[in-house]
């Protein structure tokens, strides 16, 4: 069975923090996903990373891919109370099944 | 109307009650699932349909009965539920080729009294 472990489980900053969460895994994933969830609602995808080593950047929102692709990391520079939510980071296997493997996520809160 | 919607967005039931949810995506997708949501729990995969066949049942029990009746519409019949299922039930659609990102509706609020 895959597993997606993500660190810290919970996160307070103060607005204008930078901060780093983390996914990690023993297992390799073909690609693996970011979403954010906001209270009541459902998961929004933020990006997705393919290649082993990959870096991508949204804004001031930063997603890297471990190069053997076990692991990923997202980064927020300068975060701001609309970052607020869960993250959560979910693992394509690859081998032909529609099933994501998801984490549990880090819950972020931003104080302004 | 774009991306995936889900309807009702609460629903407050009793253990004899019969309901159902609704799923209705737009963005031409092939495959649908729905997953429940947990306080303190990773979410967990209940149903996979592709072309509007089923291809994952995960050990779901059988008060949860999934319909597909074509690519866009999926629905979650609910009977005899116990208060243990009250969660958030997730909707959510992809491509069936390719890298599967799925794209999410906003959930459906369950409490099961």
């Known amino acids: 069975t895959q597993l997606l472990e993500q660190s810290p489980q919970f996160l307070s900053i103060q607005e204008g923090e930078n901060l780093t969460v983390y996914c990690n895994s023993s297992s390799v994933f073909s690609s693996l996903q970011w979403y954010r969830q906001e209270p009541g609602e459902g998961p929004v995808l933020l990006v997705t990373?393919?290649?082993?080593?990959e870096v991508k950047k949204l804004k001031r929102l930063t997603f890297q891919f471990g190069d053997a692709r076990k692991d990923s990391s997202l980064h927020i520079t300068a975060a701001q109370p609309g970052d607020t939510g869960l993250y959560l980071c979910a693992g394509e296997s690859g081998a032909g099944s529609y099933q994501l493997t998801f984490g549990k996520g880090t819950k972020l809160s931003v104080i302004p | 109307e774009t991306g995936v919607t889900q309807t009702p967005r609460h629903l407050v039931m009793g253990m004899t009650n019969k309901k159902s949810l609704k799923c209705e995506q737009h963005?031409?997708?092939?495959?649908m699932y729905w997953y429940k949501q947990s306080a303190k729990k990773p979410l967990e995969l209940m149903f996979v349909y592709n072309f509007k066949e089923q291809t994952e049942n995960n050990s779901v029990p059988s008060r949860f009965s999934p319909e597909c009746p074509n690519s866009s519409h999926l629905f979650l019949h609910l009977h005899t539920l116990q208060p243990e299922d009250s969660a958030l039930y997730l909707c959510?659609?992809?491509?069936?080729?390719?890298?599967?990102?799925?794209?999410f509706g906003p959930g459906t609020r369950l409490t099961v009294t």
């Open positions: 963005l031409g997708h092939n495959a």
């Open positions: 959510a659609s992809s491509h069936n080729r390719g890298v599967y990102e799925q794209y």
């Open positions: 990373v393919v290649t082993g080593g």
